[in-house]
């Protein structure tokens, strides 16, 4: 079965004319004949009651018509994108992260790609910790906006933009809204813990020890570090998450946490050779978001 085929036989199938069918598909009668009952053959059951006054169809024929017709749709659409991808100049960026922290920091990246590259086509996925490391090796992703893990991805550089410090987040009513700083000992009540697949592995660590510090009827485990803000935010408790530099939740504390280590901040990626558009996107996240953005993270500890 063929294009071919299937045009002619859904003119044939608009006209009821074969004289008539041949002339819209610009070919001659003949070959409309040949091309319906070379279909009829392949399908195994005839399409048209032919005579020498009328042609109609038959109840097969009838039934394949949509079958047909969306066959052909689908060619014409495939061809018609790989004709499109000729003409665009777009330049397709794969870039990845795990949470809409992280989406955030990518959209301003973004905005100053587009500046300097207006051809870019970003292709961003949001997908949890295990998966997008899978994207990075195949080349899905070019590039993977995330903190240091303890297991380098493999065949991809590091490259660190900024560290950020470990906060407990609680709302102004809660006990520990009172201090200034925590430590890991302080952090005692009703807490928020991520789900080990949807945390980073030094997050959960954190998590993990809060669990085994606090009792279990004062624990609250949530979906992503989005759900845990949302249940600090109803009063449920606090939690523990690194400090992006996004702008605060109002209502919440953010209470620095002293004997924690700042987390490390950065990009996985590919080679830069040979792709410009990656070697762009990394020169804007590192004046974006490298060590003055760690400069102003500071500044905004101590106001």
Known sequence: MNTVQLECFLAVAEYLNFSKAAESVNITQPAVSHQISSLEDELGVKLFVRTSKSVSLTPEGSQFINDADSIMKIAMSAKHRMLSRKDDNRVRLGIGCHSAYELMLVQNILCGLREISPEVY?????IPFKSIDNLLAD???????????????????YRELCKFPMVCVCREDNPLAQYESLTMSQLKGKVILNERVKSHESVHHIHSMLASANEEQDLYFADSAECCLTLVKAGFGFTVEPLFPVERISGLKYIPITDTEPLSFGMYHRSLMNDPMLKSFVEVAVSMYGRKAE?????????
């Not at 970003?122 to 949001?126: E, G, K, L, Y």
């Not at 906006?145 to 550089?157: D, H, I, L, Q, Y």
């Not at 400069?295 to 106001?303: E, F, Q």
């Open 295 to 303: 400069k102003r993270l500071k500044n905004r500890k101590h106001k």
């Open 122 to 126: 970003p292709d961003v996925r949001v």
């Open 139 to 157: 080349d899905t992703i070019q590039v993977m906006v995330s903190f240091r893990s303890e297991n380098e991805k493999s065949g991809a550089a």
